[in-house]
Structures are given as C-alpha cells and as structure tokens.
C-alpha cells in the first residue's frame, strides 16, 4: 500500500481530544477519557511511520533535518503562543505566590520534558499538587516530542538493515516498554503513567502497525476491519467511561489494542461505515484542530476554576466551545501559515534550532518575568480571609521576595546507627538539645540552630517532612522517598541511635495527624495491624514516648502551633490591601495527642507539654499574618523559617520555663 491521507484517521483524533476534554472536566461518565492520550499516542506513531517509510521507499534516503523542521513547524508555535497567553492570563487570577511555582512548569513545558518536571515534582513534599497547573497536560506532547527524535534515526537505521529486522527491534523495544509499565505500575503508579520508558509502548504500537499496513496491507486485506472496528470502538468508549473497574494500566494497554485496530480498520476498510462516518466533514475539521483544542482546553478549564464555581457539565458547556474556537482561529491564522510557507520550505534544519532556540529563550526570560510580576491579580477571589477583626491597619511589607517566603522551609537532619555522629549540627557545652518532628519542626531547625550557638548548647536533629515522629506509624500520603528516609529515621532509631546521642531533652514538634476526618486513610501501623487512628495514635504515642524517657531525662512536646489552615497567607497577602484582612485567632484546640501528652505530664516530669504559640502569635487574641515585616506563614501549615528565627528570644523563654533547658 502507498501513503496517502486517510480523513478517517482526523475523525479519530476527534474522538481522542474531547474524550480527554470531557475527562478533564471532571464527568464521572468521562472518568476514562485520559485514554484519548493513549489514542493520540498510537495514533501519533503511525501517522509519522507511515511518512517516514513513504519517504525512505520514494527517494530511499531520509532527510533528518526537513523532517525536524516540519514537526518544529508544525507544533511549536502553537504551543509557544499557548504557554505566553497561559502565563499572561494567570497573572489575572493567580497571586505571585502561586504564579512562581508555575515558572519551572512551563519553563519544562517549552523544552518538552515536562513528563518528567511533573514526574519529579510528585515526590516533593512541598511541591503544588501537580493537577493545579495550567501547563500539566504538556506531558504527553513531551512524550511525543521524545519519540519523535529518537524514533526516525532508529527507523532509519533499522531500515537499512531491512523491514523484517526493523519490525523485531521495535517489537522487541514495545515488549520492554510494556514490562517497565507492568513493574512502574506497582512500585510507582506515577511514573507509569508519565514516564516515556512505560509509555513509549503506545507510539511503537503505533509505528508497528505502518510497518505491516504500508508493507503488507494487501496481505491484510481478507480481515473483516470494517466488523474490527464496529467492535473496537465500543470497546475504546466503554474504557473512557470507567464503568470497567479496572488499574490504568491495564486500561492503558487494553486501549492501545483497540486503538490499534481502530487505525488498521479506517485504514484498510475505506468503505466501512465507521470510515464514513469518521470521514465526514464535522469530525475531520475537528480533528484537524485537535491538536490546539488540546493545547488550550486545559488552561481554560483551570481559568474557570479560578474564577467560577459550577458543576462538571456547565464546565464542559463553556470549556469544550472555548478551547475548540481558540483551536480554529490558532489553525487558521497560526499554524497553517507556518506550515505551509514556502519560504521555510526552503530550508532543512535552520526551522528546527532557530524554534528550538526560541523556545529556550521564551523559557528563559519570558516565563519568569511574567508569572513572577509582584502584582495583585485583578480577579482572584480573596479566600479564606477576614476571619477576625484586627485593632488597626496593617500594612504588607514592600518588595517581599514572595518566592523566598513561600519557599521558606528551613532545614531537615537526621541520621542512622551506621553514623549517630551526623544527626549533631552544632556543639557546645551546655545542655544537649534535639528536635525531633517533620515539617513543621523543619521550619524552626534555623531558630534552634541560632540559639544553639548563641547559648552555647549541642544540638541534634532528627527532622523529616511528612514523619510522623511515633515510630510506629508512618503517612501514607508521602513519596516513596520520603517513606524509605522516614525508614530510616523512626524504624529502631529510639534504640539504636538515642542511646549514642544521649541528649539532655528531646523537643518534639510535628503537625497533628489525629483528626479521623483527614487522616484516617492516611495514617497506618507500620506492623500493618488494624485499628482506629485515635487508638493506634493513642498506642504508639505512649509506646515512643516511654522508649524516649528510658533514655533522656526530659521530653517537650510542643503543643499544637496556631496555623490559618482553611486559607493559604501568601497568597492572601498579595490579594490584599491590609494585611490584617489574613490574620487568625489566637486560640487553638489542642489535638489528641496534645491531650494525651497533658494527661502523661501529671504523671511524672519525664514528658511535659510546651505551648510556643504566645512566642510566635505575640499579638494575641490574634495572630497577624505580619509581625515586624517578617511574615510569619508561607503556607497554611507552616511558619517561615525566617519569621521563626525572627522570635527565636521568646521561643527561648518558652523552653526556659519549662525547666528542661537552661
């Protein structure tokens, strides 16, 4: 068979962009529409295939650097236009505590590897819940970037050596793909899904497929494709709905096959009704702009969330004739000029490094200067704020370096038997202090590293984010990593570790995960024991704290820390005229295990409670969101480091009073 354009295969692009539209959404009908990517994934393998081997069986040479330049062409100019607009439009609704941690996302977008930014950024604890960001769906254009490098020089290769070789390389390279999706899928779902190794399969199906269509399609001719695909398509739109329980990946691989033979039968039955139908004008049209509609559905739809609150079908009603209209006037005015100029045809790779090297330029100055304007965003909604009344006016601190503050963590430390000399970061001669918490406690390791020094104190740490500090529980919700470090600084640490430190007192400072309504699915026994979290909260918090006493005459737990908790402070601040508009009470509710702590305290002076909310909160009865220009949250459950040191003196008298320091 020859190359030619088969419409039938724009009408199924159709089918795969507002299946993903529709997904994104948010329709619990649509809730396997991502397997439109999987669709665009084969499809994008066998179209550039088959073009490829037209080339090589036309002219038997194949020209690397025209074929960049027309896929350079051909989808980076829309993608430019859409990551600037995207970056313009949420400075409109976004405060710059939020834009910052957009700039990397699109920066990674331009040069197309945002699969692996996002992939990265799943094991951060600190980082923005990657489905925030407007620049998301450039993963899978990454992918395909990806593949269309490495793919035609391999092709061309393999080619030389013949088809029949060609076919059992990429076979072979498919099969290893779909077993690093089988193993990604268990040790790490995420990776499965964004990684080019687990998915790479999806394009090489793709590319299979040209290979037997263009090579031995009259040999295909006998199979009944039009009946294939009568039965392929319900199949493909029966995984889009969900109503099959079944792991992605299995429905990832499940819809490459139908996908798969959806492509053979537009193919090779021409006049199969499904052919027809996919043929006419309506589904080609869009099918032709799919690549724009997918390009702009996303932010529009993160645009809308910001802005409106509404149901998933009113989303779609404005998402869906929104990114479809951008989409058309994009292919018009934008794409197809580029396309088809036959001035650019001229040349081979000039195209190719001059987008590619624009690209880079945009990522590099463009990106953040616009996201990272310290500018009130005009239509953002001020959430969460005016909760208490403050006596006066607070003014927000000019020129605040917003991406500091929200990156303000402070610092972690710990260390394991084979080393107990690493968790000490300072030595002096007074009392041997160390902290013990997670993230919160991370956010005071440069105030008590401060007063360390000043008060001449030792002072070690054993601080994780996202730990619990009770060594037999452990947060469900945190990465692998983060998991395998909290390993190895809870799990025998108390007895194998403690003894060599021998501290004077042992401070404990960590985020409550008591609460049943918010953590109760994410809160487990590492022994894998079943119980209810105030009951194994209760257990292991006694269990740690009597194998701490064994050891170190005083322990303080610090009491909970008055956090906004229902509002993010950076972002209210620069949604805001007056600071105090973003202030909280002073009084907090002590959890339960700050309960159980006061109940333990009256039973010996081993373990006592210790409330640093008046050293950190200093205008009580409420808490401003600014004390001395320092401000004092970079996000609803933390404190600036900064802020912390700032108050280091009256965290200090705290302690002192407490007897166990000092």
Request: with cysteine; net charge negative; proline share 6%.
């Amino acid at each position: 068979m020859t190359w030619s354009y088969r419409p039938a295969l724009d009408g199924l692009r159709t089918v795969a962009v507002y299946a993903v539209v529709l997904f994104h959404t948010g329709h619990p009908w649509a809730s396997g529409g991502f397997l439109g990517v999987d669709l665009f994934f084969v499809l994008s393998g066998f179209l550039v295939t088959g073009v490829l081997l037209s080339e090589i069986d036309r002219t038997d040479r194949l020209r690397l650097g025209s074929f960049y330049a027309r896929r350079v062409r051909r989808l980076l100019p829309a993608a430019l236009v859409a990551i600037v607009v995207t970056c313009i439009a949420f400075v409109l609704v976004l405060p710059v505590t939020e834009r910052v941690s957009l700039i990397s996302d699109a920066q990674h977008a331009l040069l197309y590897v945002a699969n692996w930014h996002f992939l990265a950024e799943s094991g951060d604890y600190f980082a923005a819940d990657a489905e925030q960001s407007p620049f998301l769906h450039f993963w899978s254009l990454a992918i395909e970037e990806q593949y269309y490098v490495v793919f035609p020089v391999l092709l061309w290769l393999l080619m030389k050596r013949g088809r029949r070789t060609t076919g059992g390389v990429l076979l072979a390279i498919l099969l290893a793909s779909v077993a690093a999706q089988l193993y990604w899928a268990q040790a790490d779902p995420t990776h499965a899904y964004y990684g080019t190794d687990a998915r790479i399969y999806q394009p090489l199906a793709g590319s299979l497929l040209a290979l037997l269509v263009f090579g031995r399609g009259h040999r295909m001719a006998h199979v009944r494709w039009g009946a294939a695909t009568a039965v392929a398509l319900p199949v493909f739109l029966l995984l889009c709905t969900g109503l099959v329980p079944m792991s992605p990946s299995w429905r990832g691989m499940i819809a490459t096959v139908a996908a798969g033979a959806l492509v053979c039968g537009v193919v090779l039955a021409e006049e199969g009704r499904l052919t027809k139908v996919l043929s006419h004008p309506v589904p080609v049209y869009l099918g032709k702009i799919s690549y724009g509609t997918y390009l702009w559905h996303w932010p529009v739809i993160k645009l809308l969330e910001e802005t409106v609150t509404t149901r998933p079908v009113v989303v779609a009603a404005i998402a869906v004739p929104i990114s479809t209209a951008i989409a058309a006037l994009s292919y018009q005015v934008l794409e197809t000029p580029i396309r088809r100029s036959a001035y650019l045809d001229r040349f081979a790779w000039t195209p190719a490094v001059a987008g590619v090297a624009l690209s880079a330029i945009v990522a590099v100055t463009v990106v953040p200067v616009v996201l990272g304007q310290d500018r009130r965003p005009p239509l953002a909604e001020v959430d969460g704020t005016g909760q208490v009344t403050a006596p006066e006016t607070v003014a927000v601190p000019a020129d605040v370096d917003w991406e500091q503050v929200v990156g303000d963590y402070g610092d972690v430390g710990w260390c394991t038997a084979d080393d107990p000399s690493a968790c000490t970061v300072v030595e002096g001669d007074g009392p041997h202090v160390l902290l013990i918490g997670d993230s919160q406690a991370q956010s005071l390791v440069p105030m008590f590293t401060d007063l360390a020094e000043e008060r001449d104190l030792t002072l070690s740490l054993n601080v994780v984010e996202g730990c619990l500090w009770q060594e037999g529980l452990y947060n469900r919700k945190s990465s692998d990593e983060e998991k395998e470090n909290c390993v190895d600084a809870r799990v025998d640490w108390y007895a194998d570790v403690l003894p060599e430190l021998d501290p004077d007192v042992v401070v404990i400072m960590s985020r409550p995960r008591d609460d049943a309504d918010e953590w109760s699915d994410l809160v487990r026994r590492r022994d894998g024991r079943e119980m209810s979290l105030a009951r194994m909260t209760r257990v292991e918090t006694r269990r740690t704290l009597r194998d701490i006493s064994r050891v170190v005459p005083r322990t303080l737990v610090v009491d909970r820390l008055v956090m906004p908790e229902t509002f993010d402070p950076p972002d209210c601040l620069t949604t805001v005229a007056d600071a105090a508009e973003c202030s909280v009470p002073a009084k907090t509710v002590l959890s339960a295990t700050d309960r159980l702590v006061h109940r333990l305290a009256l039973e010996g002076p081993e373990v006592q409670p210790v409330d640093l909310n008046p050293a950190l909160c200093p205008d009580s009865p409420i808490c401003l969101p600014v004390v001395d220009d320092q401000v004092v949250w970079r996000d609803d459950h933390h404190v600036t480091a900064s802020y912390a040191v700032s108050r280091r003196d009256a965290v200090w008298e705290a302690l002192a009073r407490t007897g166990a320091v000092g």
